[in-house]
């Protein structure tokens, strides 16, 4: 049973203001309706102006998706009533998009894929309800119209794609490419809302409205899988219909099928010139692009595939690896890769939060083998902690000072450094394990190691306690 | 002194204003202390403004429409709002929630409309300018029938900025006033490119009327006096044309075939605009608020019924017809060729002619509930909304009576030619008062 996955995406422009006038569009952090005029709340008698540069942004995206951009596209009015549409109607594209026609290749489930757009559209974002007394049962609502008129692109792709984790994986690339052309702040809350169409091949097609996160879309869809095919498998047929995702239960309910009969009575926007771009595209360049960072990662800094994937999965995560990077490429990628993110996913932080001198200062230190590998993990961790609790940190030689996690020297002539103590004070206390040792068991030796690890908390550098170790026993032998 | 305060107690016995201010202030500049009148479907900042229709009481805008703006500039004191048909649907004002407007040539008949408050302020002397707004003849048609000049724009050579929509791609604020010589002096302060309206035009405008129009070539097409028109009217009208020969003009008779598609085109498309701009009126935001014990959607159709009159509910629910799926293409794509079709007309008419006269309305003004039946009120704007679709200027200016009733002689021009045709009025009205 084949699954056939189509996506919607609508994002927010990352414009300094609106879509159809000069209000400005950093309103989250403000009060409701502090970011509005008489445009954007849909005053009698007000007119909209198009914003010039959300028009510039939308072709960046174009021409980034390879699509075409006609001669001439039309605003519309999609009439519908609603208590946050300030006018009841919303100006979008219709029949006369900005741009079609274009694809954004993927690692596909089956490797390199390439995805199809059918079309590339501007449209302004209605307000914003607000439900006071319980979610699920609120006493009343009120209307916030800072969001109304915030410049939104809508992304439609062909259903090209084969499984949830492909859809997330297709997001994943898009959002990047968005935020390498500078047009969107995937960390803004609400900058992306996607609409998911998805059928078993062979039966009717559903579609599940107004996913807000990432995660959600994948979950959503996964979800809706189940249940396609558990309903076909027990002879039931799919009915065509919305459904909505709801996130908190990761499952997909029914909408009223009311819904679907709406009409939107969409006719060209009067107040709006058609509009004649085509010939801009020439004129933009793009910047470097994700496929494009992750070829230069591996040719400038020699990193492989996966790690130069990584990295250039997102746009904050490349611009942070270039910056510490520095003088081993290689242990950074490692750090970033492998380490870092694991660390900072786990506790729900975005690498923004981290400063790259602190992060570079850190690597130092396990480069010059002041720290060793572990403890340099636990360094970072206290770091992390430290960062989240309150947006700053110490340096990462304070942080290893105060724990104690210097690496231990252990090369001083007299053998009363540390790790030279340690290793003595472990071949007295175990006299058997010398014995094997002495017999041929060399698997003991890991065992010494090991105590002299426990003794030194993990501060001696391995290759030091290997090389002590075999130079007492050797000295006794 | 720069500003001043102008009382203003107009006795206005025929209910041409809403709301009036006094004392108005004013300013220094052209129109320094001369009270205008504004249309009350024309933002002002500040004083209430309702376009005639209960759903909008109580709504004060925030702004000012940029018309209002740039005669606040040179120095006019804005005394008032004057009444109209609800949101500008009706040719009679009889459509207003606020009661109807007497002619003041006879109270016992309509002023026309929508702009028929502006008409009979200017009319009545109580006012020497007004503000109007013309869909498919609301400035010509109370213009004609209480024997002032009104004058129609160029489409987007006056901002829409603060005009509360009814059918944005037709309409166009102009000005009002008893001579041609004062509709000039109006038009060249609110006229201009206004960057806040998308549709405008970078075309400013000031001129000083002529009466010199020797060779002007004028067509008259067959079908300005057809079935339907008053034959004392026509009558009159071609002797204000004669009198324009007289002057030296040259009448060419012509056609205008599209005439016969030009009435569907226009309440299609205005129908369906408005269907679309009155969707804000739902309770929300101005006016009565919706009861909000109700689930939203009742409570905006509750709204909507009460709030709205009997006109403006007919016009919405056509429009919201003529564009849902399946009908689109039947009426308002068809409605948006036909008028293609009444631009061909005019561009090929315009070749040969310099513009285009005949009578603004078929008949004399009504009396109070004539036009009951909606199709007989439709059928009366036949000889206005041609301009509205092609978007070029019109003007109505007297040129005689029937039976004590003014009758306005209409001229059309080329698209952004507004001072031919107020030259062309100017001509006329110089000749027929010495
Ligand atoms: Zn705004």
Known sequence: MNVIVGLEIH?????????????STDYRTDGPNTHVCPVCLGLPGSLPVLNRKAVEYALRVAKALHCTVPEESVFSRKNYFYPDLNKGFQITQYDKPLAVSGYLDIEGDEGEKRVRITRVHMEEDPGRLVHKGGADRPRYSLVDYNRAGIPLIEIVTEPDLRSPREARRFLNKLRATLEYLGVFDSEKEGSLRVDANISIEGSERVEIKNITSYKGVEKALTFEVTRQKNALRRGQKIVRETRHFV???????????????????????????????ADWVDGIVLPELPDARRQR??????????????????????????????????????????????????????????????????????????????????VLRVLLDELKEKGTCESPEACAERLGLRALPADSAGGDDPVTKAAREALAEN??????YRNGRKEALNFLVGQVMRKTRGCAKPADVNRVLASLLGEGA | MAEGMLTFSPDDRYNAFLRTVSPARYGEGRLRGIPVAIKDNISTAGIETTCGSRILSGYVPPYDATV???????????????????????STTENSAFGPTKNPRDETRVPGGSSGGSAAAVAAGLVPLALGTDTGGSIRCPAAFCGIVGLKPTYGRVSRY????????????????????????????????????????????????????RGTRIGIPEEFFGEGVDPRVASVV??????????GAEIITCRMPS???????????????????????????????????????????????????????????????????????KYYAKAQAARRNVREDFGRLFAEVDVIAGPTMPTVAFRFGEKSDPLAMYLSDILTVPANLAGVPAISVPCGKVEGLPVGLQIMGRWMEDERVIDVAYAYEQGANP
Not at chain 1, 431 to 436: G, H, I, L, T
Request: with cysteine.
């Open chain 2, 162 to 213: 603060g005009l509360v929509a009814y059918a944005n791609s037709l309409e166009q604020i102009g000005p009002m006033a008893a001579d041609v010589a004062h509709a000039n002096l109006l038009m060249s302060v609110i006229a201009g490119h206004d960057p806040k309206d998308s549709t405008s035009l970078d075309a400013p405008y000031s001129h000083t009327p002529s009466m010199e129009i």
């Open chain 1, 297 to 378: 990662f591996m040719d400038q800094y020699g990193l492989s595939l996966i790690h130069a994937r990584t990295l250039t999965g997102d746009l904050r995560l490349a611009e942070f690896y270039e910056k510490v990077a520095g003088t081993d490429p290689a242990l950074a990628a490692t750090w970033v890769a492998d380490t870092l993110l694991g660390e900072l996913n786990y506790r729900d932080m975005s690498i923004s939060s981290v400063p790259p001198d602190v992060f570079s200062g850190l690597l130092s230190l396990v480069r010059a083998r002041v720290i060793t590998d572990r403890n340099g993990v636990d």
């Open chain 1, 11 to 23: 994002c927010q422009l990352d414009t300094k203001t609106k879509l159809f006038c000069g209000c």
């Open chain 1, 431 to 436: 006299p058997r394990a010398v014995e094997d």
């Open chain 2, 238 to 247: 071609w002797d204000a044309i004669s009198l324009l020969e007289r002057k």
């Open chain 2, 68 to 90: 209002v703006s740039l005669l606040k500039k040179e120095g006019a004191a804005i005394v008032g709002k004057t009444n109209m048909d609800e949101f500008g649907m009706g």
């Open chain 2, 259 to 329: 005439m016969a598609y030009a009435l569907a085109a226009y309440y299609v498309t205005c129908m369906s605009e408005a269907s679309s701009n009155l969707a804000r009126y739902d309770g929300v935001r101005y006016g009565p608020p919706a009861d909000v014990r109700k689930p939203w959607h009742e409570a905006f159709q509750e709204r909507r019924r009460e709030g709205f009159g009997l006109e403006v509910r007919r016009r919405i629910m056509i429009g919201t017809f003529a564009l849902s799926s399946g009908y689109y293409g």
């Open chain 1, 247 to 277: 996130e908190a239960r990761g499952v997909t309910t029914s909408a009223r099928s009311k819904e679907m009969e709406q009409d939107y009575r969409y006719f060209p926007e009067p107040d709006l010139c058609p509009l004649r771009v």
